[in-house]
């Protein structure tokens, strides 16, 4: 899409509406986080990894800030975010 053509829908040449395109960004960006989300799942898996009870509850600990600050977007509430993940 050229970039003086905003909003323009890049296969009919049509504008595309700003609710069409969250739409279609919303469904790409869930599938794709969905995915994320069961592949840290399989993570769970004792026979093929080891990990400690602290490790798993950082995991979900940040996933529920991220998911919480999510929440609070859609409800006009920001936060500031944090971006990086590690276990230290």
Not at 28 to 45: D, E, M
Not at 56 to 82: C, G, V, Y
């Amino acid at each position: 899409m050229p970039r003086g053509n905003k909003g323009q829908n890049e296969r009919t040449g049509s504008q595309e509406t700003k609710s069409d395109k969250f739409k279609r960004l919303a469904k790409s960006r869930v599938s794709r986080t969905t995915r994320a989300l069961q592949s840290i799942g399989k993570l769970a898996n004792s026979y093929n990894y080891e990990y400690s009870e602290a490790e798993a509850q950082k995991i979900i600990s940040h996933l529920t800030k991220e998911l919480d600050d999510l929440k609070r977007k859609f409800n006009n509430k920001p936060r500031k975010p944090e971006n990086d993940f590690d276990f230290d």
